[in-house]
C-alpha cells in the first residue's frame, strides 16, 4: 500500500474515535445535570442551597484532580481498559449515591468517586483524540467535547422524567446502573496510533507540524501557563457557577415555571456543546488570546444585560445561552491552548495539570457564590461578581498570553 493510501485509510478510520467519544462524553457530562436534582435532594435531604451544592462542586474537583493524577500513567495502559475503570467508578458513584441518608455521604458517592470517574475517562478520551488529530487538534478536541455540554440535552429531560415517577434516590440508582452497561461497551474499540506513522499524518492543507515539546516542569516556568491557568479558573468559575444556578435563577429570580426552566435545559445544552467547536476554531485559525477575550466580553455582556434589563424569558433564555456557550468555550480553549503552546508530546500530563484549574474554579464559584446568595438574598450580586471577574480575566489574558510561550 502507497504512502498516500495508507494515509488516506488512517485519516478516514480515525474518525469513529470522534463518535464514540461524543457518545462516551454525553454519558460523562450527565454531571451538568445536577441542577436538575438540587432542589429535590435540598428537600430530601433537608440541607441549604450552599450545602447542596458540595456534591456537585466535588464531583468537578475529583473530576480535575484525576485528570492530573491519571495523566503521568494513561500511556500505560490500553486506553479501552483505562476507559472502563472510569465508566465502572461512574456507576458505582451513582448507584451508591441512591443509597445516600445525608449530604456528606451523597458527596463522597456522587462527588469523589463519580467524578474520579468522570476525570479518569475524560483525560484518556481526550489524550486518544489528540494523537489521532494533530492536524485538527481544536476542532476534534471541540467536536469530542460536545458529547460532554450535549448531554444535559439527553440527560436534563430524562432525570426530571425519573424523578417526578420515582424520586431522586431511585433516578441515581437508574443512571448508575446504564453507565455502568454502556461506557464499558463503547470503550471496547478504543487504541492509540500503532506508529509513528499514523498519528503524525500532514494535512496536506495545513502542513501541521508541532514546533515545540515542552515538558511539565519548563511549562510551569512560563507566564504562558500562568495566564491559562488563571484565565482557566474564571472561566471555569463564572460558567459552572451559572450552570449550577440555571435552575434556580430561572425559577426565583425571573420567577418561570419550573417545567418551562426544565426545557430550556435542552437549548442551553446545545450552546454548551456547540461552544467547543466554535472556540476551538476561533483558537485554531485565530489564537487562544483572542478566543479568551471575546468569552470575557460575551460572558459580561450577559450579565449586564440581567442586571440593566427587566426580568422576562427572552432575557433568561438569551443570557444563559450565553453563560452555557462560553462554558463549552473554556473546555476546548484549554486543551487547545496547552497543544499549540506546549505540544503533543507532554500533552497528557501538561494538560493533567491545566485541567487542575477547572477543579479550583468549580470550588472557587460555587461555593463563593452560594455564600454570596446566603448572605445578601440577591443573585444581583452574583452578576456583578461574574463582570468583575471578567475584567480580572481581561487584565490577565493581555499580561500574560501571546504568541509564543514566555519563560519568566
Not at 139 to 164: K, N, Q, W, Y
Request: glycine share 10%; proline share 3%; net charge positive.
Amino acid at each position: 500500500m502507497s504512502l498516500s493510501k495508507f494515509n488516506t485509510t488512517i485519516v478516514n478510520s480515525r474518525w469513529k474515535y470522534i463518535l464514540l467519544g461524543i457518545l462516551i462524553m454525553m454519558l460523562l457530562g450527565t454531571v451538568y445535570s445536577y441542577s436538575i436534582f438540587r432542589v429535590e435532594l435540598q428537600n430530601e435531604l433537608k440541607v441549604g442551597l450552599a450545602e447542596s451544592g458540595m456534591p456537585y462542586m466535588f464531583a468537578l474537583a475529583f473530576y480535575a484532580l484525576f485528570m492530573l493524577l491519571s495523566g503521568k500513567h494513561i500511556e500505560r495502559f490500553q486506553p479501552r481498559n483505562t476507559i472502563i475503570i472510569g465508566g465502572l467508578l461512574v456507576s458505582l458513584g451513582w448507584i451508591l449515591s441512591s443509597f445516600a441518608t445525608n449530604i456528606f455521604l451523597l458527596t463522597i458517592a456522587y462527588g469523589c468517586i463519580s467524578g474520579a470517574g468522570v476525570g479518569i475517562a475524560y483525560g484518556v478520551l481526550m489524550n486518544v483524540i489528540a494523537k489521532w488529530f494533530p492536524d485538527k487538534k481544536g476542532i476534534a478536541s471541540g467536536l469530542v467535547l460536545v458529547g460532554f455540554g450535549l448531554s444535559p440535552l439527553i440527560t436534563a429531560p430524562l432525570a426530571r422524567i425519573l424523578v417526578e415517577n420515582y424520586g431522586v434516590m431511585r433516578t441515581f440508582l437508574v443512571l448508575g446502573a446504564v453507565f455502568g452497561i454502556l461506557i464499558p461497551l463503547m470503550a471496547l474499540p478504543f487504541k492509540y496510533p500503532e506508529n509513528e506513522a499514523e498519528y503524525n499524518y500532514k494535512n496536506k492543507k495545513n502542513h501541521f507540524r508541532i514546533s515545540k515539546e515542552i515538558p511539565l516542569v519548563e511549562m510551569i516556568r512560563t507566564r504562558t501557563f500562568k495566564g491559562i491557568y488563571l484565565n482557566f479558573i474564571i472561566g471555569t468559575m463564572v460558567g459552572l457557577t451559572m450552570i449550577g444556578m440555571t435552575t434556580n435563577v430561572g425559577i426565583d429570580h425571573f420567577e418561570l415555571d419550573a417545567s418551562m426552566v426544565t426545557g430550556l435545559m435542552a437549548l442551553f445544552a446545545i450552546f454548551n456543546g456547540v461552544g467547543r467547536p466554535i472556540f476551538g476554531l476561533i483558537s485554531d485559525h485565530f489564537s487562544p488570546r483572542h478566543a479568551m477575550i471575546l468569552s470575557y466580553l460575551m460572558i459580561m455582556a450577559a450579565a449586564i444585560a440581567i442586571i440593566s434589563l427587566e426580568n422576562s424569558s427572552m432575557v433568561y433564555i438569551v443570557t444563559f445561552s450565553i453563560f452555557w456557550l462560553n462554558l463549552g468555550g473554556w473546555l476546548a480553549i484549554a486543551p487547545t491552548s496547552t497543544l499549540k503552546f506546549f505540544g503533543m508530546k507532554n500533552y497528557s500530563e501538561n494538560y493533567g495539570l491545566v485541567f487542575t484549574a477547572y477543579g479550583i474554579g468549580a470550588i472557587v464559584g460555587v461555593s463563593t457564590s452560594g455564600i454570596l446568595l446566603d448572605y445578601l438574598g440577591s443573585y444581583i450580586y452574583v452578576f456583578y461578581y461574574i463582570i468583575v471577574l471578567c475584567l480580572i480575566g481581561i487584565s490577565i489574558t493581555h499580561r500574560y498570553i501571546h504568541n509564543e510561550p514566555q519563560i519568566e
